[in-house]
């Protein structure tokens, strides 16, 4: 795991010391008035900082007290499977039937097939996350979000 996770925090450390000069080139700008390339600079900058422990906790030989089996029999990726193609589902019907009905069955494909809910519960979350993500986005912060074959 050591091994590991020095590469690991190598890697991330070349990416982020190329986030931070590329977004560089652009204007910065101030803390009051940032331009477009504050926040990926910081993003690198953190990025950077978060790598740089990493790389350093594993050159000192610490490890976690459990390792992570990702790659094992373990893991669950039929649900990873499912997750994604429910999301690549998501992305092609939203324009075609809009957000509150992509929503509502994208939600209980999440809760009833993968969270394992009973129904009911399923029926419920979705409508309930549906109707919230529509306060959200389309009342309080005026997004215009797609609305279907069926004008919803």
């Known amino acids: 795991m050591k091994r590991v996770d020095r590469i690991g925090g190598m890697i991330c450390l070349i990416i982020a010391a190329g986030v931070i000069w590329q977004s560089a080139i652009i204007p910065m700008g101030n803390w009051s008035k940032p331009g477009p390339g ?11 900082l978060l790598c740089g422990f990493l790389w350093l906790e594993a050159g000192m030989g610490k490890s976690p007290s459990a390792p992570i089996r990702i790659f094992s029999h373990e893991g669950r990726w039929t649900g990873v499977i499912w997750t994604a193609a429910s999301l690549l589902a998501y992305g092609f019907f939203i324009e075609l039937l ?15 097939f993968l969270g394992h809910q009973k129904w009911w519960a399923s029926l419920t979350g979705s409508i309930l996350v549906t109707w919230i993500a529509h306060a959200i986005f389309k009342l309080a912060l005026k997004v215009q979000l797609p609305a279907g074959l069926f004008k919803i």
Do not use: Q
């Not at 504050?38 to 950077?48: H, T, Y």
């Open 38 to 48: 504050f926040m990926p600079f910081w993003a690198g900058v953190i990025l950077a």
């Open 98 to 112: 809009g957000f509150m009905i992509c929503t509502f069955f994208f939600m209980f494909v999440m809760f009833y």
